[in-house]
């Protein structure tokens, strides 16, 4: 899979490391963006039309790589409404209401759940091995690993004792 097939493609799947290394790349893009825009063009950090702007840029590339990794996992891609929307509209939702604390302290550990679950789920959470419904793992070697003995007749040396 190609450089770009992995940022824009929604088909297939992607190890962990390709998912951090590509979340890295998306983010630190995103960063630089930041960067020209507040420095060469003088726009406030605040500035909502920027971070719309920025939002809707990295859109695309975050959920393709969000996809394939839950491709991955043997998950529908649609569990990034569950990981990333879930919580922004439940922030959006609870963050213009007054509570007391503990009933702020609980809707926000409430806003956590999935955006943690989501976090494990990619990011830390081993590939399904083998081939799955959305195709063949993307680990070189997934069937080359059975693990090895000491009496294992294919190690130099161990074939030829009587």
């Known amino acids: 899979m190609t450089f770009v097939q992995k940022l824009f493609g929604f088909e297939g799947r992607i190890r962990r490391r390709d998912f951090w290394i590509y979340s890295i790349l998306v983010g630190l893009f995103t960063q630089c963006l930041v960067a020209v825009a507040v420095f060469g063009f003088g726009y406030d950090r605040g500035d909502q039309n920027l971070a ?25 891609g649609w569990f990034c409404l569950l990981f990333y929307v879930g919580p922004s ?13 503990a009933l702020s302290l609980l809707i926000g550990a409430l806003i956590l759940i999935p955006a943690i679950w989501g976090i ?10 083998g081939t799955n419904r959305f195709g063949p793992s993307p680990k070189k070697f997934a069937a080359l690993s059975k693990p ?15």
Request: hydrophobic share 40%.
């Open 148 to 162: 090895m003995t000491l009496n294992d007749p294919t190690l130099p040396g161990e074939g030829s004792k009587a």
């Open 89 to 101: 509209i439940l922030g959006e939702i609870f963050g213009r209401m007054e509570f007391d604390w």
């Open 52 to 76: 719309l702007g920025l939002e809707l840029l990295t859109l695309w590339p975050t959920l393709a790589i969000t996809v394939k990794r839950l491709h991955d996992r043997n998950k529908s």
């Open 120 to 129: 494990v789920e990619l990011g830390f959470r081993d590939s399904v091995p």
